[in-house]
């Protein structure tokens, strides 16, 4: 059979050949496959096929009387080819040649072996020896595929879809996954619609591999996050159109099990005395799910409850974080040594004559013998940089008697500082609608009488005040916040309803609150004397008289404030009231009367916007009106009165149009603080409602009451809102103008 393989392949090897020849000779053909029959002349074994000629080039296979006629050609072709097969009488040959390759193949030496086909045997192959290796990768089960849950897609932009499962319970913080990956992730901050493929699934690959940390962060070590990228290129729209689509990343993210906390280690933690409190503080326990941000917050909970109980100098060393994953489970390891509880001892200043112990244990809001608290050293730092004397201080605990016996021990706080420029000269010049032109001097020592004994020099030359003052200022006199303040000046004022010539003495001590320390409460007294000669502003050309007083007068107030910031408040209420009893001499007669005010606002928040009211009523008990010095009557009207109107502007006029001021007032202002977004939401914008109405009489009749209406925008920053407001008044008189604008810092009210 394998002889006849052999012929048979070279009839349609000499067919090929006789083809490309034309048909020119085939009897000659079959005599050369005749000739090769006698069993002699075929060596043994049969020779391997011949391989077919090389075709010659088409140029060459084509002859040129074809081209005149290529159908006749191509038909002739054909028939030739037809003519080429073999005949029967020579398939009867191959036949002959096939019997004798089989019989004249001479038997080699050695072994005996088949001489046809049918004696053919194939010898047994030895069965190889079990691999041990094997075996047991076959004992291996395969794993059980596991169906995969139902996801859920949040769209995160226009490129980029994060799919969680459907089910909550299985990724119960992916609202706060998606807010910090939006943060973090490298396609949302590098996002463009000019984006390419490659550019897109680089930055894909980077946030893969952010979204894997992520879910490590959460407590999901075996989670997995599969990538797909899409669009790019040309697709139907649906309509028979080719168009492009944008590239777009998609992630399907599939938490897994999430690892818990197993054992904690918090060190020598256990030898404070505080031990319950402090491991309280640490909120972390055994089987409670695991989360990176939770060690850090933790941490910082138990650094803050050591400072608070009274451990100056504890340590907490990094935390080491050791996963199981078998267990699925990890143990945390923060090294912590208390270093033994304190109380405050003394204050000791590198500076007594600038600055004593005793003025700054005045200023601290600790007492010897408490324990100690970090806050309130951090507060005495603080409490120092406010007063303007230094420009850096250092405030640390020093070690005077060693805890022992679980008696704590005892710290002094020693105080380090650099003084400041105590002299200050300053200077400005500005124009306002009000106050004309103005131009204003002072020159100031913040420490001419120490400690924090200032005394300061102030002029102003206007066109409608000029204004000469000498003001002595004690700082955290006998208490934190509190001062001391005298004042001395001459004045010559004309406002909208005043035209006075003052000499005054005024002596005030007070609690204040301020932006270090707001309080909720707060409060002043104090005592004023002077003489002044004045009239109300003549503005109808017909001149009056000026008239002297001399009053004497104590005043007091008290502030309750609950709200939440003391320039920009959106929460809480404040309450303050003031009594100012007076006595007044003129021309010969003697006048006694009460000044009172009490002043009320509230803030609320309703999502970002905050709605504020105010109202505030005054009134001058036991004196008529006409009775009492102008500067000392009750006005209305400005930035922080009635918007829309000028200073003073609001209130009974007499026949010639002068302002006359009135023995009673009530206001009432809303305003709505709504944030806008832009500038990082620094920018508010303010629409407001405001009344006010001023009667002669002590008890308010609202004979005159003006509206104002406007809108105003304010400018967060650091140290309050810049505040611009532009109102109208809504029933304006003949002396009040269309539009008035206010700026001033802080808010209205």
Known sequence: MAGLCAVGAL?????????????????????????????????????????????????????????????????????????????????????????????????????????????????????????????????????????????EEFRVSNELILAFPADNDRFPERTDFVTRFRALSTIEALESRADTVPQLAARARADEQLLADMLRTYGYYNGEVARQLSGGRRGDNGEGERVDTDP?????????????????????????????????????????????????????????????????????????????????????????????????????????????????????????????????????????????LVTSVSVSPREIVPPEEGEPGEVEIDIEFDRAPLRTIAGAIGYGTEDGFKVEASWEHRNLLPPEGSLRLRGIFGTREQLASITYKKNNFLGRDQILTVDTYASDIVTEAVDARTVAVRGSFEKVSNLLFQKPFSWQVGAEALYSDERNRVIGGVPRPRQTYTIFGLFGSATLDTSDDLLDPSEGFR??????????????????????????????????????????AATIQGAEVFRIAPSRRLYAGGGGSVRGYGFQGVGPRNDFGEATGG??????????????????????????????????????????????????????????????????????????????VYVSLGQAF
């Open 11 to 151: 009839v349609p090897a000499e067919a090929y050949a006789r083809q490309q020849e034309q048909q020119e000779e085939p009897d000659e053909v079959e005599e050369d496959v005749v000739e090769q029959a006698p069993a002699e002349q075929i060596p043994a074994p049969a020779p391997p096929p011949v391989p077919p000629p090389t075709p010659r080039s088409l140029e060459e296979l084509i002859p040129e009387a074809a081209l005149g006629n290529t159908e006749e050609w191509a038909q002739q072709g054909i028939a030739a080819t037809s003519a080429a097969e073999p005949e029967p009488e020579a398939e009867a040959d191959v036949e002959d040649v096939a019997e004798a390759v089989e019989t004249q193949i001479e038997e080699p030496a050695g072994p005996a072996v088949a001489t046809s086909f049918d004696d053919f045997q194939i010898p047994e192959i030895e069965r190889l020896e079990t691999d041990p290796e094997v075996e047991a990768l076959v004992a291996i089960d395969a794993p059980d595929l596991i169906e995969l849950p139902e996801l």
């Open 248 to 388: 777009q990343v998609r992630f399907d993210i599939l938490p897994g099990d999430r690892y818990a906390f197993a054992d904690i280690d918090l060190g020598a933690l256990d030898t404070a005395p505080d031990y319950d409190a402090l491991r309280d503080a640490f909120g972390i326990q055994t089987g409670d799910p695991l989360q990176s941000d939770l060690i850090v917050a933790e941490e910082a909970d138990l650094r803050l409850a050591l400072g608070e109980t009274g451990y100056p100098f504890a340590t907490i060393e990094a935390p080491e974080l050791l996963i199981d994953h078998a267990r699925k489970e990890g143990d945390l390891s923060l090294p912590v040594e208390p270093g033994g509880k304190y109380v405050f001892g003394g204050i000791a200043s590198e500076d007594p004559r600038f600055l004593s112990n005793r003025h700054l244990a005045r200023i601290a809001r600790f007492e010897e013998g408490e324990v100690y608290q970090a806050s309130l050293q951090a507060d005495l730092r603080r409490a120092i940089l406010a007063t303007g």
């Open 575 to 616: 309450l303050t009231g003031f009594l100012a009893p007076e006595v007044s001499r003129s021309l010969g007669e003697e006048t006694f009367y009460l000044r009172a005010q009490g002043d009320a606002s509230y803030y609320q928040s309703i999502g970002s916007t905050v709605l504020a009211g105010r109202i505030r």
């Open 663 to 740: 023995a009673s007032l009530v206001e009432v202002a809303v305003e709505a603080r709504i944030q806008t977004g832009l500038l990082d939401g620094a920018v508010e914008i303010v629409p407001f409602f405001d009344a006010g109405s001023v009667s002669i009489e002590s008890i308010p009749d609202f004979r005159f009451i003006q509206y104002g209406a406007g809108v105003g925008v304010r400018y967060k920053t650091t140290f309050g809102p810049i505040r611009v407001d532009v109102a109208a008044p809504l029933n304006p008189t003949q002396f009040d103008a269309p539009v008035v």
